[in-house]
Structure formats: C-alpha cells, structure tokens
C-alpha cells in the first residue's frame, strides 16, 4: 500500500513530534499528576483566526469589504500621493450603448490588475475611465427603444434621445465595473466623447489635420450601409462567411477590335468578351472591361452553341467546368492585343465600354476579364481615375435604383428585386450565358448586421496614404503584446490603408464644421471659421450646430474675411465625424498631463483596425510620434465549448450574475467579483478566452483552496509580533532557510511576471507554491513544531517568522488579481499596525537576497528523494507510526548529515522532514551493523533507492540509499501523538516541559 502525500487544507488532526533535547530526562509536573483536570489540548497551540474559511455570502461581503477598505477613495488617495514614478494607461472608451457584458469584464479586470499592480509598485497612476458616447450604435438603440424613425425626427430630437439612452447606459456600467473592484475616481475622474471639452478639442484637431492637408473632400467609392444610411469605414464592417449572391456569367459583344485583335478574330463578327460578377446589379453602371495585359487569353468557341467568347486562357478549363460545356481553344494571345478594343454595354443601348488593362484581374477565379464599374468598386474607381472615366452612380442611400437607371430600374432595392430585374434583362437581351447561388465572404454593417455596399459619394476623408509609412516605423517603437503578432497585424492595417473616410450622414456625433457656398458648392472651412464654432461648442457643447442659426454660427466678419458678403451665400453642413475620430483623439483630449502619450493602451484585437490604428493616425498627423509607448491586445470571450456566445443559443454569460447571483442559487450561484477576477488572470488573454459554469466552479474552487491556506497562515502568526519575535536569519534552522530560499525565487519570478503581464504565469506560479511547497511540504511538516513547540521557542519563533513573510508575498503577489480577499486578509491579520488600513498603501513585499541560497537545493533535492522513497514504502496513511534507517551512500549521507547531525533522533530537521517518530542516519557500509538491521523481527521492510544530486554547474550525479523501516519503538504521546514516550499513560519529555511552563503560568 502507497502513501499518500496528505495536505494541509485536508488534515483534521494535529500532526506532532517529540523533541530529542528532553528525551534523555524524564521530567514530571511538580505537585500534578498528568491526569490532572486540565486537558492535553489546552497547552496545544493550534491556529487561531478570525477570518472565516469560506464566505457565506461572497456578494454582500465583497461589498462589506469595499466600503470598509475604502475602495472608492483609494484611486483619489494614490492620486495625492508625491511619487516619482508615474504609469499612464488610457482608457479605450467602450460603447455607452446596453449593459456591462463579458468582454466588458475581460477588459476592465485586465487593466485594474496592471493598475493595482503599479501601485502597489510605487507608481502614481494615471487612469480615467472614458465612453465612447456617439455614433450610430447608440443612436439606432435610443430609436429602437420608442420605435421611433430616422426620418420622422427632427435631429435635436434623435440627439436627446441618444443622449439619454448613452448616459443611462453610462450608469448601469459604472455600477458593474464599481462592483467588479476596478480603481478609478468614477465620481470626478472619467472623460466623455460628448463632454463639451473634448468635443472642443476634437474639431481642433480636426482642423489642424485639414491645415496639413491630411483631410480632404472628395467624391470616390466608400463602404455604404442602407441600413443605416450612411458611409462606413472598414473597421465597422464584419463579414459573413456564408453571404450567398445571384452572381452570372455575361457577354459584352466585341463593337471595335484592336487591329491585333481583328487579325486574331478574322471575319468573325459575333465574338463576345466574357465577364463573371456577384453583384449583377452594378452592369447597369459599368464604364469598362478590364484585363490582364500580362496574361494571355484565349478566343473559344462553345460547342453546344457555335458562339466565340474571348477570356483568360488559364481560366477556360475551370469557366467550361462552372458552364457545364465543352469550350474549343481557336486561338491564344498576349492579353496587351486587347488594348483598344471596345464592346457593347448589355443593358445600355448604344453605349460602348472600352476594354483597359489592369492589375487587380485576378485569375484565382472568373474570366479574367472584370466588369467595371467605378461608382460601386474600389479597384473599379482607381481605373476611372486612371483613364478618365466617369464615376456615376444610379443607387440611393436606401440601397435603391433612382430614375436615373430607367424606369424598369427606379425605386428597386440593389439586394433584391433591382438584381433580379438585371438578371432579367441580360436574359431577355440574350447577354445571360449562366447564372449560379454563389456563397462567398461579403461585408455587412457589423451594427445592423445586414449587408452594404460600395457606393461613390461625396465624403470627408483623411489622407492615410501620406501618413501610413511613418506610423509603420513608428510601430518598431511601441512595445507590443502580444509580441510579434501584434505588432505584425497593427502593421497590416495601417499598410493597407490608402484613405479614411471620416464623415457619416447622421445627426448623434460631432458636426464637421464645413459651410457649403450655395453657388459654387465648395466648402468653407478656414481657422477663424472653426475657431469660433469651437468656442461655441466649448459653452453650447454641439448642439448648437442645430439650435444656433447660421448668423452665429458663421459670423458676418469670418465671412468678410474670406472675401464673401453675407452668411445667407452659405449652407452648414449636414454630416457628422466618425466615431473613430471621436475615441481616436482622445490621447489629445484626456492625456495633457502626460504630454498626450500613454505608457499603455489596452484592448480587444478588434482594434487594430479600430482605436489603436485611428489614434495612432492622428498623432502621426499632427505630431509625428506614437500615443502609446506599448499596446496589449487581447482576445474575445468565447462560451466554454468553443462556440460564440448567442442569445439564441442560450450560452451568454452575464457577469453581474456571475458576480451577484440570480434568483435561482443553483442555476446561478453567487461567485464573488474574485472569482471572475481569478477566471481573467488564469485565461490566455491574448487568444479566445472561454468561459462557462464548468470554468466558473474551478475557478472558485481554486480561490477557496488559496484562501484555505492563507487563512492557515493567518492563524498561525496567533501571537506573533513581527518587532518582538522575528528571528535572524542565521539563527532559522535549515528548512526554514530553504523556504525563504523557495520564496525568494518565488518572488523574483512572479514579479517578473507582472511586468510582462503574464497573468497566468502569476497564477501557475501562485498554485505552484501553494500546493506543492506549502500546502504539501512546509505547512505539513511544521506543523508540530508550531503546535507543540515551547510558545517563545526559537523553532518556533523561526518558522512563524516565515510563515509571516509568506504570508506577506502570497497576499501583495495575490492582491492585483484577487483584492477583496488582499483586503479581507488584512483586517483580519494581527500581525499588523493599526495604521495599515490596506494592503494597496502598504508597498509590494520585500525578498531579502540573503534568502537566496542556492547551495540547499541539493540538500532538500536529496532529502524529498528520500521521504518520497520513504511515504510510497509504508503501508499507513500517518508516518508517525514508523522508525526509519537511512543509510546512504557517502556522497548522500554527507548531504543529509547538516540535517541529522545524532545518529538518531526524534527533533532533527530530517526527522521533521521525514514525519516520522525516530530517524537513524548511516553511512551505507554500517548496515550490517545496525541495530535495526540485524532485528529481522523489528525491520518491516527494506528497500533500496537511488537520488539525483544536482551541482551547482548545472551537472547531475547519482547516489544510492536503502531504507530500513520499522513499526514505532515507542510509545504514544496522547499531546502531541508521536510515538516518542516512555510510557503509553505520561506524555513524551518534550512536551511534560512545555505543559510544566504553560500551566505553571
């Protein structure tokens, strides 16, 4: 039978020894007989606390615990402290647009462990939760909440609304992440995108961009949502995979041929190009066929119908498989024979469309031949730009025909019947060679969830194109996490990103300060113009763009200054700027104290092409540097089986239940803000992070077994006074001295951790502890020692004086992440001065490098061997029922001998180590002559091991040792339970003195 290794949070008993120092000299109690009216157990000195092993009620008590430890003022009080160092980490300011959810939680909890870690560092930190308070999430959630209509509204209107639903969304928040333990001034202390300053300062960055002529207006292709009825930029776009389109094959018959063509094609006059497109509405506005002049292509001839068509030749095999038909390849040229050839528009009478080369034709799919049509495509525009096309377009902001595509077009939606009707009409024509239900990736507005479309009009932009290179090198400069990733995919955005359009065509944002001349229709935008709207909006706020008319807002002498006569010449602009816009100058906003940068950005991976490229765009723009000296990304919250959380699905987590509870306990128990706290720290934040009631429950189960042994730790320092009892270093025996060793590297790694921002490693490294040198080792075998022991004895004193400094290490190292167990820790610790009123104010913990002391690795390395070999030999559960001999090679037994220095005892530290009743040490060569060894009768079994000894060079040799293992040779002692007494009716000697000093006081 094994023995099983037992831990400290599991033993119900007290496990003691007897102590070799008074076993040769029976004491007994002068004038008392030991069975004397006082119990054994009333001299034991067993861990006393008050901190209860478990919250009854983890939700009322968290917040119990956050009144009296003063959470809400300690943000304040560190802010008021004079500290040389300083830690700025700037908010991303979530949506105000519905309640707190998971990934709310991720986010904040991450940024209050950095923060309290910080500050518990020494830094003065610098954080300032923000909202992100305008655009149309918010402003389509206000609308939805009364039914209400876009275009039934006045603006003034649709603005309060929003307004109103925004600030309501801003309270619910505040109360979770208040609930949840994150450090902030919520009362003075956060920023708002609608706040009247930051508005202000917004459109004064706004304006100096437009100064360098990094914004500007244009009419060019954007992303257009019909939805929502306005333009999009990409980062608001999600795409869905399974987007299924009506997309054709159609013929444009050649008009004119090239004269390379002509002598290609010969008499033939019936040859067609052949073009393929899921978007069969955008033929009615096309301008162009584009090819490839570096690929050939081929003229073919369909077999079925006798017709020619003229496409790429390495896509002929796959075309004929799509068309289900046979193609003959007549002839094969380079695609520049095409250049100056034209062909017939299929839905347009009349109208021609020349055929011009181009580099976006791909030929992973299609003909090789795109259809063009540069109002409704991004390469599409930049060909029209190239050769002087026109960019038309015949759609609305409803996604509808206007009259201008004719009345079988007018008023049809583009997604539904308006496709059909194109279908239709190429068929009718006989321009329909094929038509198919293609599934593809396709864009949707990630708001409305309903697909867009690209749609030329006139917009706001900024000119990304001559700022994206420098922001490019400026990424080498920030220090990102996770590293090489991060960076990788903020490069990729940036990289790609030619233009920004900034302006969106609703009413709940910031106006662009633009007035229009009614005439000309050229915009009016000049410093005096905009430096009087800034002024209003500093004591109006932005409301004034609707309530003020426009002889305030564009006064006589601006006008006049200018070179015009009257504000009557001129119309405001209608549009608002894009909410990237808005959060992205928020480092300009919120951020003077610190120069306007920030030692940490912090948020999901959704913002690469969100916030982290936007503020970093704008910087660029205006100062030529970064707004971040490092940037942490983390991943999304995912349900525990992998799938995306879904309403429908049933799998979403609310984590104010998860905290609080719901009604039903059993469906939804109250874990505690801790609990969800431990559940961040131990999750890989920079990949999904999955949660779930089965994550949960061992995430709880894990705080409580920590608490176990802080509490074990707690009740153990019962008397104990840091200034009176701790004990010098020098003079702490052996294992003791190796625990502080495990406790300085201990120290030095999870610190290392928290400035890397490894969070799991801080909890790996916690349980590591916990578990296997404390729970299973230290806490167990001293035990005895801190229980039976002479109170003031220095054994004692030593090992309650580390036990203090874990207790010290484990608490900081544990508060981060965990504060309201940190807080509850100190209220209740009696080791403590009344004037440590938290844990947060008191500094991180202190490791003294003389605990440091690499030598006794070997020592406890070959001393484990041995009592790992000596637990699986016995056959009971308790060690205390056997004698053990060692004897050891020469190499092990110099090793063990600073542990045992008499052959035998009861009170070494290889005995305390061992757990056993009596310990003998041998060299391997006196075996014969043992007395245990030559009592057959006594030896219950013998055994031989081998140890691993490692040397200070990194070099590892190994030893040999046998065990001789015994039944107890004495009898037991009812105090301490040792099998150490003389007699079964007196306690052993050691613990006759100790009961002869504490009862005679």
Same mark, same amino acid.
């Given at each position: 039978m094994s023995w099983r290794k037992v831990s400290v949070c599991s033993i119900p008993v007290v496990r003691t020894r007897t102590c070799q120092r008074w076993q040769t000299h029976p004491l007994s109690l002068p004038g008392k007989r030991h069975a004397s009216s006082k119990k054994y157990s009333d001299s034991i000195l067993l861990p006393k606390t008050t901190f209860p092993i478990r919250p009854k009620n983890p939700a009322a008590e968290e917040v119990e615990i956050q009144k009296v430890c003063g959470f809400s003022e300690l943000y304040s009080w560190q802010r008021q402290q004079d500290r040389q160092k300083h830690f700025v980490l700037h908010d991303g300011p979530p949506y105000a647009n519905g309640d707190p959810h998971v990934g709310h939680a991720l986010n904040k909890i991450l940024k209050d462990m950095i923060n309290r870690y910080k500050l518990l560092r020494g830094y003065r930190v610098d954080y300032r939760p923000g909202w992100d308070c305008h655009g149309l999430p918010i402003e389509l959630k206000a609308l939805s909440e009364g039914r209400d209509s876009f275009r039934r509204l006045q603006p003034l209107q649709i603005r309060n609304k929003a307004k109103q639903f925004a600030e309501k969304a801003i309270r619910n928040q505040v109360a979770a992440f208040r609930r949840w333990g994150i450090m902030a001034d919520w009362d003075n202390g956060c920023y708002f995108t609608f706040d009247k300053q930051y508005e202000a300062?917004?459109?004064?960055?706004?304006?100096?961009?437009?100064?360098?002529?990094?914004?500007?207006?244009?009419?060019?292709?954007?992303?257009?949502?019909?939805?929502?009825?306005?333009?999009?930029?990409?980062?608001?776009?999600? +795409?869905?995979?399974?987007?299924?389109?009506?997309?054709?094959?159609?013929?444009?018959?050649?008009?004119?041929?090239?004269?390379?063509?002509?002598?290609?094609?010969?008499?033939?006059?019936?040859?067609?190009?052949?073009?393929?497109?899921?978007?069969?509405?955008?033929?009615?506005?096309?301008?162009?066929?584009?090819?490839?002049?570096?690929?050939?292509?081929? *003229?073919?001839?369909?077999?079925?119908?006798?017709? *020619?068509?003229?496409?790429?030749?390495?896509?002929?095999?796959?075309?004929?498989?799509?068309?289900?038909?046979?193609?003959?390849?007549?002839?094969?040229?380079?695609?520049?024979?095409?250049?100056?050839?034209?062909?017939?528009?299929?839905?347009?009478?009349?109208?021609?469309?020349?055929?011009?080369?181009?580099?976006?034709?791909?030929?992973?799919?299609?003909?090789?031949?795109?259809?063009?049509?540069?109002?409704?495509?991004?390469?599409? +525009?930049?060909?029209?730009?190239?050769?002087?096309?026109?960019?038309?377009?015949?759609?609305?902001?409803?996604?509808? +025909?206007?009259?201008?595509?004719?009345?079988?077009?007018?008023?049809?939606?583009?997604?539904?019947?308006?496709?059909?009707?194109?279908?239709?009409?190429?068929?009718?024509?006989?321009?329909l060679v094929h038509e198919q239900n293609y599934k593809h990736s396709y864009p949707y507005d990630w708001r409305t969830k309903k697909p867009v479309f690209i749609r030329a009009s006139l917009q706001w932009f900024v000119n990304t194109n001559s700022i994206k290179d420098r922001a490019v090198d400026l990424i080498d400069g920030v220090r990102m996490y996770p590293e090489g990733t991060a960076a990788n995919s903020l490069k990729a955005w940036v990289s790609t990103r030619n233009y920004w359009c900034i302006s969106r065509q609703r009413v709940w944002g910031v106006p662009i300060p633009v007035f229009y001349h009614k005439e000309s229709g050229k915009p009016f935008l000049t410093k005096e113009s905009v430096d009087h709207v800034v002024s209003l909006v500093r004591r109006e706020g932005t409301d004034c763009w609707w309530t003020l008319p426009m002889e305030e807002l564009l006064p006589d002498d601006v006008i006049r200054k200018a070179g015009y006569r009257d504000v009557s010449e001129f119309d405001k602009g209608a549009d608002i700027l894009d909410i990237w816009f808005d959060s992205g100058v928020s480092w300009a906003a919120t951020l003077e104290d610190s120069g306007g940068v920030a030692d940490m950005y912090l948020e999901g991976k959704d913002q690469h092409g969100g916030w982290f490229q936007s503020s970093l765009l704008t910087s660029v723009a205006v100062r030529d540097s970064a707004p971040y000296r490092c940037v942490f990304v983390h991943g999304f919250a995912m349900a525990e089986d992998g799938t995306k959380m879904s309403k429908s699905l049933g799998n979403v987590v609310d984590p104010n239940l998860v905290v609080s509870g719901g009604k039903n306990r059993d469906k939804h128990p109250a874990y505690g803000a801790d609990v969800l706290r431990w559940w961040v720290a131990g999750s890989?934040?920079?990949?999904?992070?999955?949660?779930?009631?089965?994550? %949960?429950?061992?995430?709880?189960?894990?705080?409580?077994?920590? =608490?176990?042994? *802080? =509490?074990?730790?707690?009740?153990?320092?019962?008397?104990?006074?840091?200034?009176?009892?701790?004990?010098?270093?020098?003079?702490?025996?052996?294992?003791?001295?190796?625990?502080?060793?495990?406790?300085?590297?201990?120290?030095?790694?999870?610190?290392?951790?928290?400035?890397?921002?490894?969070?799991?490693?801080?909890?790996?490294?916690?349980?590591? %502890?916990?578990?296997?040198? *404390?729970?299973?080792?230290?806490?167990?075998?001293?035990?005895? =020692?801190?229980?039976?022991?002479?109170?003031?004895?220095?054994?004692?004193?030593?090992?309650?004086?580390?036990?203090?400094?874990?207790?010290?290490?484990?608490?900081?190292?544990?508060?981060?992440?965990?504060?309201?167990?940190?807080?509850?820790?100190?209220?209740?610790?009696?080791?403590?001065?009344?004037?440590?009123?938290?844990?947060?104010?008191?500094?991180?913990?202190?490791?003294?490098?003389?605990?440091?002391?690499?030598?006794?690795?070997?020592?406890?390395?070959?001393?484990?061997?041995?009592?790992?070999?000596?637990?699986?030999?016995?056959?009971?559960?308790d060690p205390r029922l056997y004698d053990v001999a060692i004897f050891a090679s020469s190499t092990a037994y110099d090793i063990l001998k600073v542990l045992q220095s008499e052959e035998t005892s009861c009170t070494s530290d290889l005995c305390e180590m061992m757990m056993s009743s009596f310990v003998s040490l041998h060299r391997e060569d006196h075996q014969e002559n043992s007395p245990l060894a030559v009592s057959e009768q006594t030896v219950s079994q013998v055994s031989q091991h081998e140890c691993v000894i490692s040397e200070a060079d990194g070099s590892k040799r190994t030893a040999t040792f046998t065990l001789h293992v015994s039944p107890a040779s004495h009898q037991k002692c009812e105090r301490c339970r040792k099998y150490v007494a003389a007699s079964p009716t007196t306690p052993c000697d050691r613990c006759l003195a100790v009961m002869a000093d504490s009862w005679a006081t």
């Amino acid at each position: 039978m094994s023995w099983r290794k037992v831990s400290v949070c599991s033993i119900p008993v007290v496990r003691t020894r007897t102590c070799q120092r008074w076993q040769t000299h029976p004491l007994s109690l002068p004038g008392k007989r030991h069975a004397s009216s006082k119990k054994y157990s009333d001299s034991i000195l067993l861990p006393k606390t008050t901190f209860p092993i478990r919250p009854k009620n983890p939700a009322a008590e968290e917040v119990e615990i956050q009144k009296v430890c003063g959470f809400s003022e300690l943000y304040s009080w560190q802010r008021q402290q004079d500290r040389q160092k300083h830690f700025v980490l700037h908010d991303g300011p979530p949506y105000a647009n519905g309640d707190p959810h998971v990934g709310h939680a991720l986010n904040k909890i991450l940024k209050d462990m950095i923060n309290r870690y910080k500050l518990l560092r020494g830094y003065r930190v610098d954080y300032r939760p923000g909202w992100d308070c305008h655009g149309l999430p918010i402003e389509l959630k206000a609308l939805s909440e009364g039914r209400d209509s876009f275009r039934r509204l006045q603006p003034l209107q649709i603005r309060n609304k929003a307004k109103q639903f925004a600030e309501k969304a801003i309270r619910n928040q505040v109360a979770a992440f208040r609930r949840w333990g994150i450090m902030a001034d919520w009362d003075n202390g956060c920023y708002f995108t609608f706040d009247k300053q930051y508005e202000a300062k917004q459109l004064e960055l706004f304006y100096k961009m437009y100064e360098k002529d990094y914004i500007y207006q244009d009419f060019k292709p954007v992303f257009y949502s019909p939805s929502s009825r306005t333009a999009l930029a990409e980062a608001e776009l999600e +795409y869905k995979e399974d987007h299924v389109s009506h997309a054709v094959y159609a013929k444009f018959p050649l008009a004119t041929l090239s004269p390379a063509l002509k002598a290609i094609v010969g008499g033939r006059c019936d040859v067609s190009v052949l073009t393929w497109t899921t978007l069969p509405w955008t033929i009615p506005a096309n301008e162009a066929m584009c090819y490839t002049p570096s690929h050939e292509y081929s *003229l073919c001839q369909f077999k079925t119908t006798g017709q *020619l068509y003229i496409l790429a030749a390495e896509r002929v095999e796959g075309t004929a498989q799509v068309l289900g038909t046979s193609l003959d390849v007549l002839n094969t040229f380079p695609g520049s024979t095409l250049e100056g050839s034209t062909c017939q528009h299929p839905s347009i009478h009349g109208k021609v469309s020349p055929l011009l080369p181009a580099y976006h034709v791909s030929m992973a799919k299609g003909t090789g031949l795109v259809h063009t049509a540069p109002a409704h495509g991004m390469e599409d +525009y930049t060909v029209a730009l190239a050769f002087q096309l026109p960019v038309f377009t015949m759609v609305d902001e409803d996604g509808r +025909y206007t009259d201008q595509a004719g009345p079988h077009l007018n008023g049809k939606n583009i997604f539904t019947d308006g496709n059909e009707t194109v279908v239709e009409q190429l068929r009718s024509a006989g321009h329909l060679v094929h038509e198919q239900n293609y599934k593809h990736s396709y864009p949707y507005d990630w708001r409305t969830k309903k697909p867009v479309f690209i749609r030329a009009s006139l917009q706001w932009f900024v000119n990304t194109n001559s700022i994206k290179d420098r922001a490019v090198d400026l990424i080498d400069g920030v220090r990102m996490y996770p590293e090489g990733t991060a960076a990788n995919s903020l490069k990729a955005w940036v990289s790609t990103r030619n233009y920004w359009c900034i302006s969106r065509q609703r009413v709940w944002g910031v106006p662009i300060p633009v007035f229009y001349h009614k005439e000309s229709g050229k915009p009016f935008l000049t410093k005096e113009s905009v430096d009087h709207v800034v002024s209003l909006v500093r004591r109006e706020g932005t409301d004034c763009w609707w309530t003020l008319p426009m002889e305030e807002l564009l006064p006589d002498d601006v006008i006049r200054k200018a070179g015009y006569r009257d504000v009557s010449e001129f119309d405001k602009g209608a549009d608002i700027l894009d909410i990237w816009f808005d959060s992205g100058v928020s480092w300009a906003a919120t951020l003077e104290d610190s120069g306007g940068v920030a030692d940490m950005y912090l948020e999901g991976k959704d913002q690469h092409g969100g916030w982290f490229q936007s503020s970093l765009l704008t910087s660029v723009a205006v100062r030529d540097s970064a707004p971040y000296r490092c940037v942490f990304v983390h991943g999304f919250a995912m349900a525990e089986d992998g799938t995306k959380m879904s309403k429908s699905l049933g799998n979403v987590v609310d984590p104010n239940l998860v905290v609080s509870g719901g009604k039903n306990r059993d469906k939804h128990p109250a874990y505690g803000a801790d609990v969800l706290r431990w559940w961040v720290a131990g999750s890989d934040v920079h990949s999904h992070v999955y949660i779930g009631n089965n994550i %949960l429950n061992t995430a709880r189960d894990t705080v409580l077994k920590v =608490r176990r042994i *802080l =509490r074990f730790l707690l009740g153990n320092l019962s008397g104990f006074s840091p200034a009176e009892h701790t004990v010098p270093y020098h003079q702490l025996r052996p294992v003791d001295q190796y625990m502080l060793h495990v406790l300085y590297q201990y120290a030095q790694k999870v610190t290392d951790a928290y400035e890397n921002f490894h969070f799991t490693k801080v909890q790996y490294l916690t349980l590591g %502890l916990v578990t296997k040198e *404390l729970s299973s080792l230290y806490l167990n075998i001293t035990k005895d =020692r801190l229980y039976c022991d002479d109170q003031t004895s220095t054994g004692r004193r030593g090992c309650q004086t580390v036990q203090f400094h874990i207790l010290d290490v484990l608490t900081k190292t544990l508060a981060p992440v965990l504060p309201h167990l940190a807080e509850e820790i100190y209220l209740h610790h009696t080791c403590l001065g009344e004037e440590v009123a938290s844990v947060f104010k008191s500094g991180w913990f202190e490791s003294d490098p003389a605990w440091y002391r690499p030598n006794l690795e070997p020592l406890w390395g070959v001393a484990d061997d041995v009592r790992d070999a000596f637990n699986r030999q016995i056959e009971s559960a308790d060690p205390r029922l056997y004698d053990v001999a060692i004897f050891a090679s020469s190499t092990a037994y110099d090793i063990l001998k600073v542990l045992q220095s008499e052959e035998t005892s009861c009170t070494s530290d290889l005995c305390e180590m061992m757990m056993s009743s009596f310990v003998s040490l041998h060299r391997e060569d006196h075996q014969e002559n043992s007395p245990l060894a030559v009592s057959e009768q006594t030896v219950s079994q013998v055994s031989q091991h081998e140890c691993v000894i490692s040397e200070a060079d990194g070099s590892k040799r190994t030893a040999t040792f046998t065990l001789h293992v015994s039944p107890a040779s004495h009898q037991k002692c009812e105090r301490c339970r040792k099998y150490v007494a003389a007699s079964p009716t007196t306690p052993c000697d050691r613990c006759l003195a100790v009961m002869a000093d504490s009862w005679a006081t």
